[in-house]
């Protein structure tokens, strides 16, 4: 069982940046992928940006020169910079985990991400 704990999330201005941070309660970060993924209302959930155990990345074409996905294996903990912010950005933001070995999957709670125009 992963335990994920996001935060970052809020209020910003069209254009402006934003950082959130999961950190996973784990000691086996080091198997996982780790992903965020986005849900706005009426729409289903879509990956935003993942990022391999090496630290290769993959983006949604949406985001793609905008966000940075990273982590840091000392803190268990990935990280996703939001830059140039759009309304169409606005979501509930979760982390994820997807274990390469075990397939097992685990979400965390969800943080609120609001771009006003």
């Known amino acids: 069982q992963v335990e994920l704990a996001e935060s970052g999330g809020g209020l910003v201005q069209f254009g402006g940046s934003l950082e959130l941070s999961c950190a996973a309660l784990?000691?086996?970060?080091?198997?996982?992928?780790m992903g965020w993924y986005r849900q706005a209302p009426g729409n289903q959930r879509e990956l935003v940006a993942r990022?391999?155990?090496?630290?290769?990345?993959d983006y949604a074409d949406s985001v793609k020169g905008r966000f940075t996905i990273s982590r840091d294996h000392s803190k268990s903990t990935v990280y996703l910079r939001m830059s140039s912010l759009k309304p169409e950005d606005t979501a509930v933001y979760y982390c994820n985990a997807f274990a390469m070995d075990t397939r097992s999957d685990y979400w965390g709670q969800g943080t609120q991400v609001t771009v006003s125009p």
């Open positions: 784990t000691t086996r970060f080091a198997f996982y992928v």
């Open positions: 990022i391999t155990p090496g630290g290769s990345t």
